[in-house]
């Protein structure tokens, strides 16, 4: 990481399930338009699409392209988690923002459109995979004197964690049928999942201004 800081600190944060609602409105559409139940309250997602008609279980590879189609064409029923954009207002005031989410770098575009529909206007990074190395690269670009990020998969907590260590990391599933059945992330710091709660935290973070 550059060896300058910059006078302001660092959010990087995840959107679906954190910023805006999704596999709700995933759940709505793939009944809508293709007849399939999605029980996402199971925890499972791979075994959680089932055809109506027949109850065949569509599997992983069969749910990808789904969610492609969903994220080309479905993105304008997404709307946003209670109290994110007011968290957002409130740490973007002495912090930058960065949302990293993991879509094709086709769908940035589309992203970016769709959260300034919603008064989101942030830099957005589009990724796949663990978010820790792409995390690194922003910090390096901003040279924050601190970070946080926001995530609601274990797995990016723990990708961040071997990275960019340094960087404190809250646990965020912000769907509440969702997030019962989501252990809390062991690389995380803290869960929270509601933005009241979470911007607090973290612009006590930023205040402090001390590394994880």
């Known amino acids: 990481m550059a060896s300058k800081t910059s006078a302001r600190p660092l959010l990087i944060t995840d959107c679906d399930e954190v910023l805006l609602h999704m596999v709700s409105h995933f759940e709505a559409w793939l009944g809508e ?4 139940d999605f029980d996402f309250e199971g925890g499972k997602f791979a075994d959680a699409l089932t ?10 590879q069969r749910v990808w392209p ?4 969903f994220f080309r064409e479905e993105m304008s029923r997404q709307t946003p988690v209670p109290g994110a954009i007011e968290a957002l207002g409130r740490i973007g005031e002495v912090a ?3 949302v ?7 769908a940035h575009g589309w992203r970016v459109e769709q959260l300034a529909s919603h008064g989101i206007r942030h830099e957005v990074v589009t990724n796949q995979g663990g978010k820790g190395v792409p995390a690194r690269a922003i910090m390096e670009r901003h040279s924050p004197s601190v970070t946080a990020f926001v995530d609601d998969l274990p797995v990016h907590h723990g990708s961040v964690a071997k990275h960019a260590p340094e960087v404190w990391r809250v646990h965020m599933v912000a769907e509440p049928r969702l997030a019962p059945n989501v252990a ?6 803290v869960r929270i999942d509601d933005w009241n709660a979470a911007s607090a935290w973290i612009l006590d973070k930023f205040e402090k201004g001390q590394a994880a």
């Not at 338009?33 to 399939?36: E, L, P, S």
């Not at 055809?51 to 992983?60: D, F, I, P, Q």
């Not at 809390?184 to 710091?189: G, L, N, S, V």
């Open 96 to 98: 930058d923002i960065v």
């Open 100 to 106: 990293l989410t993991n879509l094709g770098d086709e």
């Open 184 to 189: 809390p992330a062991e690389k995380a710091h």
């Open 66 to 69: 789904l969610l492609h189609q």
């Open 33 to 36: 338009a293709h007849g399939i």
């Open 51 to 60: 055809v109506r008609a027949s109850g065949e279980t569509l599997g992983e």
